[in-house]
C-alpha cells in the first residue's frame, strides 16, 4: 500500500478509534506535499500507527475514511461494497420488486461511499458525487455496475455538476456514461407510477426518500381532504389519491413542480380525479386556504443548509408548522417533516412543539418518521440521518 501518508495531532485519533469516517483539517499534523484532491491517503497517529486509508479533499473536512485496515482501495474494493449494498436492498424487499423499481442503490456514508449518491430508476441508474474523490471513481464504477447488473443495468447518468465544489478544480458536464440516453424514465412506487426526469430533476429526479412515508399517507387519507405543500413531483398527492381521499390539493411555488405533479395524476387517474394543483407560496398559501383539511402534509426543502442558519431554519419550521396547527381540522392529521441535517431530531421537535404551544392546539404524536432502508446510517456516522419526521393528530 503505496499511498501518500497523513500523520494526525496526539489525540486526534480518538474519533477515528470509533470509526467516524471524517478527518477536520484542525486535527492534522504533517501533509505532504503535492497532494491532489481525491488522492488516496494512509492515516497514521502521532505515534505513526496505521489507522486506516481515505481520500484527501481540501475544505474543512480534510480526509474520509474508506477503510480502518490496511487494503489497497481498488475495483476488487468497490465491487465488495456494491455487493454489500444490493445484499441490504435485497433484504429489504426492493430488488427486482415488480411494485417498486425505485430505490437508492448507494447511500454515502452509510453504504461506505462517503459522498457518493446513486438512485436506481427502473435500469437507469444516476451518479452523483460530492467530492472529487468520489468522482474519480465514476469509470471504475460503472465498469463494476455492468458486470454486477447485467441486464437489470438500461443506463448511467452522472449528474455531478450541481453537487461537486464550484472550486474543486473540475470542469464538469452531466452526461451520461452508458446505454440508453433516455431523460425521461417511468418508475412504479408500491405500484403507483412516476414520470422521472434524471437531467431536468430535482436531486437525482425523485425524492426517494419518503416512499414509505407516503405509503403511511395513505393510511389516514381515505374520505379525507388531504393538503399537500411543497409538493414537487406530487407524490404525497399520488399517494392519498390512491387510499380514496376525498379531494387532494397539491401546492408549490414552482410552475415546473405543479406541472409535473399534474402529469402523475393523469399518469394514475382519470381526468375526474379529485384533485386541484396551486403554483403559490406554500405560506401565502396556508394563510388563506380554501378549504379546512384533514390532513395536511409539511415537506418543506432544508430550511438549514448549514450552520451558521441554523436559528433562520428552526424559525421556519416553527413559523410554518404554526400556520398548519392552526388551521387544519379538529382531529386533523399533520405530516411534517425536515430534511435539514444540522437540524437533529430534538431540535425539530423543540421547533414544532412550539408551534403546537403558540397555536394553543393540543397535539399527539403517533408516529415518528425516519430515512427508509434503502438510505442506511453506519452507527458510527450519525450526520447521516438527516430526514426526520412526525405525524401528529391535532385536537
Not at 481540501?58 to 461494497?81: Q, T
Not at 417511468?186 to 422521472?196: C, D, L, S
Not at 425536515?338 to 403517533?366: D, P, Y
Request: hydrophobic share 40%; glycine share 8%; aromatic share 12%.
Amino acid at each position: 500500500m503505496n499511498y501518500p501518508t497523513i500523520i494526525l495531532k496526539k489525540g486526534k485519533e480518538k474519533s477515528l478509534e470509533r470509526f467516524h469516517p471524517w478527518i477536520f483539517s484542525g486535527a492534522i499534523q504533517e501533509l505532504p506535499e503535492n497532494l491532489a484532491e481525491g488522492d488516496f491517503v494512509q492515516v497514521r497517529n502521532h505515534s505513526k500507527k496505521l489507522i486506516g486509508v481515505g481520500y484527501y479533499q481540501a475544505g474543512s473536512i480534510s480526509v474520509r475514511m474508506l477503510s480502518f485496515k490496511e487494503e489497497e482501495i481498488n475495483e476488487a474494493f468497490w465491487e465488495r461494497k456494491l455487493l454489500q449494498a444490493i445484499e441490504l436492498r435485497k433484504v429489504a424487499g426492493l430488488w427486482k420488486n415488480e411494485e417498486t423499481n425505485v430505490f437508492r442503490l448507494i447511500n454515502g456514508e452509510g453504504d461506505g461511499f462517503p459522498s457518493l449518491i446513486v438512485d436506481y430508476y427502473d435500469g437507469c441508474v444516476v451518479f452523483q458525487a460530492h467530492t472529487v474523490g468520489m468522482y474519480r471513481i465514476k469509470d471504475v464504477f460503472v465498469k463494476i455496475l455492468q458486470k454486477v447488473l447485467s441486464d437489470q443495468l438500461k443506463a448511467v447518468y452522472d449528474k455531478s455538476g450541481h453537487t461537486l465544489a464550484f472550486d474543486s478544480g473540475i470542469t464538469h458536464q452531466d452526461a451520461f456514461l452508458f446505454g440508453e440516453e433516455k431523460e425521461e424514465w417511468r418508475v412504479k412506487e408500491y405500484g403507483n407510477e412516476y414520470n422521472i426526469n434524471v437531467v431536468t430533476g430535482q436531486k437525482t429526479g425523485f425524492f426517494v426518500d419518503q416512499r414509505e412515508n407516503r405509503k403511511l399517507l395513505e393510511t389516514y387519507s381515505r374520505g379525507k381532504k388531504v393538503l399537500n405543500t411543497f409538493c414537487y413531483s406530487g407524490g404525497f398527492s399520488v399517494a392519498a389519491l390512491k387510499a380514496g381521499a376525498e379531494l387532494v390539493h397539491s401546492v408549490d411555488s414552482s410552475k415546473t413542480a405543479i406541472e409535473l405533479t399534474d402529469e402523475n395524476i393523469k399518469l394514475n387517474f382519470d381526468e375526474n380525479a379529485s384533485h386541484e394543483s396551486f403554483c403559490k407560496d406554500v405560506f401565502s398559501f396556508l394563510n388563506e386556504m380554501p378549504e379546512q383539511y384533514d390532513v395536511i402534509v409539511l415537506d418543506p426543502p432544508a430550511f438549514a443548509k448549514h450552520r451558521r442558519v441554523l436559528n433562520n431554519g428552526l424559525k421556519g419550521y416553527r413559523n410554518i408548522n404554526e400556520k398548519a396547527f392552526r388551521n387544519i381540522k379538529e382531529g386533523g392529521v399533520l405530516f411534517t417533516f425536515s430534511c435539514s441535517q444540522v437540524v437533529t431530531n430534538e431540535l425539530f421537535r423543540i421547533a414544532v412543539f412550539s408551534a403546537a404551544a403558540s397555536a394553543g392546539r393540543e397535539v399527539q404524536i403517533i408516529h415518528q418518521l425516519h430515512q427508509p432502508a434503502d438510505h442506511p446510517v453506519s452507527i458510527y456516522h450519525p450526520e447521516g440521518e438527516y430526514l426526520k419526521g412526525l405525524v401528529l393528530r391535532v385536537w
